[in-house]
């Protein structure tokens, strides 16, 4: 564990570049006053690592509310997503630039690919997300990203990454929270090299009225969803925490005044399956 102080503190990527230790999510803020007000309350308080996707649909608003913030552009780490019918060479390129224009940036700090092709969907997946990977490595040697990564690729997806890649990935985003930790996935990035991120990392309506989190979460003076964004920086791992609110997206921030003992985060680890999304990237129909 590297001990973090701070929402300005920082792990350091495979290719030379900081990521702060801790993002704001935007999924599910609606695209126009929502999400950008999200945004700005974000940066005001002092996140400097906002996620969109462009299948969250508010890349606009989440650019708009960055320039509004008027914080230089190298101040605020920007990460985006592939949305899944963009697969392939050809309309990932086009798709990026798009995503460049919704937010209104010349390069993105860290480009993902969404999620996995699967066999539901294509006749061979592999070749998909292969040629998918050779126009992310176009964008950056392109300079239009800075980082490669992915998001719910678990490790046969990764492998096949890993595989013929020329420009490796930095980042791999999965689900990731107290009842569902995928630490499999999560050995597999560590053995290559690969940052996790933890979207969800306050879980599925079950995990933040759970009796024992919150229970332990009383012993330290802190909220359920304080005590599950620290428990994922404890694992080194950068939490993605979401909200629209201005007082829970400040107080999901104020983790940095406390640790949990080694033994209270493996009771943490030890909990049973729950409170996850179901989503899969082995079943999605998209």
Sequence with gaps: ???????????????????????????????????????????????RHIDTASGYENEESVGLAIRESELRREEVFITTKLWNPDRGYETTLQACKKSLDLLGVEYLDLYLIHWPANEKVYDDP???????????????????????????????????ILDDAEILPVVDQIEFHPGYPQFNAVECCRRNSIQVEAWSPLGCGRVLSDERLQNLARKYGKTTAQLCVRWALQHDVIPLPKSVHKERIASNAQVFDF???????????????????TYSPYTLPI
């Design 1 to 47: 564990m590297t001990i973090k102080k701070s929402l300005s503190d920082t792990f350091a990527l495979r290719n030379g570049y900081k990521i702060p230790c801790i993002g704001f999510g935007t999924w599910q803020a609606s695209n126009g006053e929502i999400a950008q007000q999200a945004v700005k309350n974000a940066l005001e308080i002092g996140y």
């Design 126 to 160: 592999v070749k998909v997300n292969k040629d998918t990977w050779r126009a992310f490595e176009k964008l950056h040697k392109d300079g239009l990203v800075r980082s490669l990564g992915l998001s719910n690729f678990l490790e046969p997806h990764i492998a096949q």
């Design 259 to 277: 640790e949990i003992s080694p033994e209270d985060v493996k009771m943490i680890d030890d909990l049973p399956t729950f409170g996850y999304s």
